[in-house]
């Protein structure tokens, strides 16, 4: 099945800093990436999301990038601000199931 | 519209009891699947649910089973529980395989 991994576990910026989230899969069949964001005590929900003919996607201060040849996808926030503080998902689907990954805790430090 | 909705929202047991738990979707979406969230571990894949069949199943014993009825609302059931189980049980629709999972705001399961 499906294995994805996400780095780092933590990150820490400063406000207005960029924070960049890392994830590997390892099925090529994957075609589809997305990645949601969970607030403290709240339910996941999507910020962004890449299907495999893609190799990048961008919506205001997010952005994600793919590399299929090497099966990673990275998530990109730029100038970030204290309401991004959230833990962050990524996933793959593969065969109709999505495998999440470990999440990264973003803090924004003011 | 009105999001997907989960009941029980807390609830306790002890171990050896069986628990049974409660999604209705937003109208319309006919895929409904089911996420275990533990610290740590992130959001482990239970089972999807579409037009009342099982589509698809996660690396979890035969204690877990759900189904799904004609309205697509999706009730998944815990027996013989374990210490282990305790967790964050999140249930999700969808329009569309591939498409926006909008996520209930969960069941927290206890066990003691």
């Known amino acids: 099945g499906e294995n994805v991994e996400q780095h780092p576990s933590t990150l820490s910026v400063q406000e207005g800093d960029s924070a960049v989230i890392k994830c590997t899969y390892s099925d090529s069949a994957s075609n589809y990436f997305p990645w949601y964001k969970q607030e403290l005590g709240k339910r996941p929900q999507l910020i962004i999301d890449i299907r495999s003919n893609v190799g990048e996607k961008k919506d205001q201060r997010i952005a994600v990038t793919l590399n299929k040849t090497a099966k990673h996808f990275s998530l990109h926030i730029t100038e970030t601000q204290p309401e991004d503080s959230a833990v962050y998902f990524c996933?793959?689907?593969?065969?109709?199931?999505?495998?999440f990954g470990t999440g990264t805790r973003l803090t924004i430090i003011p | 519209k009105a999001g997907v909705t989960q009941t029980p929202r807390y609830l306790i047991k002890t171990r050896g009891q069986q628990v049974t738990l409660s999604c209705s979707p937003i109208?319309?979406?006919?895929?409904v699947s089911w996420y275990q969230q533990t610290p740590g571990q992130g959001l482990q894949f239970l089972f999807e649910?579409?037009?009342?069949?099982?589509?698809n199943k996660g690396n979890f014993p035969g204690r877990f089973s759900g189904r799904q009825f004609s309205n697509s609302r999706s009730e998944m059931n815990v027996s013989t529980l374990e210490l282990g189980d305790s967790a964050l049980y999140l249930c999700a629709s969808s329009h569309r395989e591939a498409g926006e999972l909008f996520f209930g705001e969960g069941s927290r399961l206890t066990v003691l």
């Open positions: 649910y579409f037009s009342e069949t099982q589509r």
């Open positions: 996933a793959a689907l593969s065969e109709g199931k999505l495998t």
């Open positions: 109208s319309g979406h006919r895929s």
